[in-house]
């Protein structure tokens, strides 16, 4: 199992950017892929979700309405697409994998995801 995180880079504040996670070695369809994030000094939070066959996501708060997380099956990617972004958003951005059989998610645990990608990172600037 592999992923791999890409697309970060700096950005003005209000700018946008998309990032990619390329997996490998499973079946999309089957995993729960997260997005995670950690700002220097701070724990790593979850950011966005999409269940296995993509039929429900999740959004934390801060993140609703700005960030879309989206997937492509047949390229075995998994899209973040962030907007409106500010120096809060500011962080590595990692990609994780969770074998799971659940079509809701209602939070984002990091012990729930077993495989991760290496970080992207994001930056904002005022």
């Known amino acids: 199992v592999q992923l791999q995180a890409s697309g970060g880079g700096l950005v003005q504040e209000g700018g946008s950017l998309k990032l990619s996670c390329a997996t490998s070695?499973?079946?999309?369809?089957?995993?729960?892929i997260g997005w995670f994030r950690q700002a220097p000094g701070k724990e790593r939070e979850g950011v966005s979700a999409i269940s296995r066959g993509g039929r429900t996501t999740y959004y934390t708060d801060s993140v609703k309405g700005r960030f879309t997380i989206s997937r492509d099956a047949a390229k075995n990617t998994v899209y973040l697409q962030m907007n409106s972004l500010g120096p809060e958003d500011t962080a590595v951005y990692y990609c994780a994998a969770r074998a799971s059989r659940m079509i809701t998610i209602t939070r984002m645990t990091l012990e729930d995801y077993g495989y991760w990608g290496q970080g992207t990172l994001v930056t904002v600037s005022s």
């Open positions: 070695g499973f079946i999309l369809d089957y995993y729960t």
